[in-house]
């Protein structure tokens, strides 16, 4: 009866541990954000900084003299969520380009920016 025990432990402790890792395909690094308004029968684009994301679930938002920083989470879809700093209560969207992402928060005064990763 042990021997059974440890055979199936064997067997089934490998897919329980795959089965919590789920990679999410974020590409760490720095993402470069814009806000587009349309005006004049056409859209101007306007830079609104950058963020950092790291692997230790930590940004920086550079778009001020001083940066801001808080912590970020990444859901099953990909979206991040941002908490602390600036971008506090934040969400960042993928869309359909690689790397790409419509970004939402309470203190954005543009209602979305586009931000995508400016690093290869």
Do not use: H
């Not at 541990?17 to 308004?37: D, E, F, M, N, R």
């Not at 609104?48 to 970020?72: A, C, H, Q």
């Amino acid at each position: 009866m042990k021997s059974l025990f440890i055979l199936l432990f064997i067997l089934i402790f490998p897919i329980v541990i795959s089965a919590q890792v789920k990679p999410t395909g974020l590409k760490y690094g720095k993402y470069g954000c814009t806000a587009s308004k349309y005006r004049n029968g056409s859209y101007e684009y306007i830079p609104r900084g950058s963020f950092v994301i790291t692997k230790d679930g930590k940004y920086t938002y550079s778009g001020f003299k001083t940066p801001s920083t808080g912590k970020f989470s990444v859901d099953q879809k990909g979206d991040i969520t941002f908490k602390g700093g600036y971008l506090n209560g934040g969400k960042a969207e993928k869309i359909d380009r690689p790397n790409k992402f419509f970004l939402v928060f309470p203190a954005n005064p543009d209602n979305r920016w586009t931000c995508g990763c400016v690093e290869k």
